[in-house]
Nanobody, 115 residues
Framework: QVQLVESGGGLVQAGGSLRLSCAAS????????MGWYRQTPGKQREWVAV???????NYADSVKGRFTISIDNAKNTMYLQMNSLKPEDTAVYYC?????????WGQGTQVTVSS
């Protein structure tokens, strides 16, 4: 079993920055990738970024060049550095981990960008 806990969300003005964290605990044997998703009311959860166990990174076009995903293995924590935030980035952000054919989710953290 894996537990994921997000933190770092909040309210920020357009153009500002936030850094989200996702702390992982439990049995993390066989991890293949971790990632970030976001969701707004009435819409499907949207993929934002992914980082693989080989440190390959990919981003959704909507965040490319503004967001950076990273992992600190010593702290068992994944980060999402979000710069040049826009009102359309407002959402609940979830972290995700794929391990042993299973998918784990955190509880989400709210990000609100005011115009």
């Amino acid at each position: 079993q894996v537990q994921l806990v997000e933190s770092g969300g909040g309210l920020v003005q357009a153009g500002g920055s936030l850094r989200l964290s996702c702390a992982a605990s439990g049995n993390r044997f066989g991890i293949s990738s971790m990632g970030w998703y976001r969701q707004t009311p009435g819409k499907q959860r949207e993929w934002v970024a992914v980082i693989t166990i080989l440190n390959n990174k990919n981003y959704a076009d909507s965040v490319k060049g503004r967001f950076t995903i990273s992992i600190d293995n010593a702290k068992n924590t994944m980060y999402l550095q979000m710069n040049s935030l826009k009102p359309e980035d407002t959402a609940v952000y979830y972290c995700n981990l794929l391990s042993g054919g299973l998918t784990y989710w955190g509880q989400g953290t709210q990000v609100t960008v005011s115009s």
